[in-house]
C-alpha cells in the first residue's frame, strides 16, 4: 500500500509539473512562427553583422577597434544562422539567405555583403502585394 506524500513535497511536485506545462507551452509557441519572422529575425542579426563590418572598414578605424568590430560582425552572423535555418526549414524559398549566411564560416563578409543585403531586403519587403493594373480594366 502507498503511503501519501508529505504536504510540502506534493506541493513541490505540483510546481514541477506546471513548471514544465509552461515550458512546453511557451516553446511551442515559439514553434508557430512563420519561415518570414524567423527570417526577419535572422536579418536583424544580419544587418548588426554589415553595419560592424562596414564600420571596420573605415579609414580612421584604429586596428584593434577593427578587429574588435569584426568580431562582433562575426556574432551577429553567427547568431543569425540558427534563425535562417529554422526559416528555411518552414519555407524552402528562404534556403539562399541560410546559405549565404553560413558561407561566413569561411568566406570573407566583404564577399557576402552585397548578396546579404539583397536577400534581407527581399525578406523585409512585402513581396506578396499584388501588381495594381490600369485603372480602366474591362469589366471594373
Given at each position: 500500500m502507498r503511503r501519501p506524500l508529505p504536504r510540502g513535497r506534493r506541493r513541490?511536485?505540483?510546481g514541477l509539473g506546471a513548471t514544465a506545462v509552461g515550458a512546453v507551452l511557451c516553446l511551442s509557441a515559439c514553434?508557430?512562427?512563420s519561415g518570414e519572422a524567423l527570417a526577419r529575425q535572422a536579418c536583424t542579426h544580419v544587418?548588426?553583422?554589415v553595419h560592424y563590418?562596414?564600420?571596420s572598414t573605415k579609414t580612421n578605424i584604429s586596428a584593434s577597434e577593427a578587429a574588435r568590430l569584426r568580431t562582433k560582425a562575426d556574432a551577429e552572423l553567427?547568431?543569425?544562422l540558427p534563425l535562417a535555418a529554422a526559416a528555411t526549414s518552414d519555407d524552402g524559398m528562404l534556403n539562399?539567405?541560410?546559405t549565404?549566411?553560413?558561407e561566413g564560416a569561411t568566406v570573407d563578409e566583404a564577399h557576402l555583403v552585397p548578396a546579404l543585403k539583397?536577400?534581407?531586403k527581399t525578406v523585409t519587403t512585402n513581396v506578396n502585394v499584388n501588381p495594381q493594373g490600369p485603372g480602366n480594366l474591362p469589366g471594373s
Open positions: 513541490s511536485l505540483i514553434g508557430q512562427q544587418d548588426l553583422s563590418f562596414e564600420l553567427r547568431a543569425a539562399a539567405l541560410m549565404t549566411i553560413s539583397g536577400q534581407c
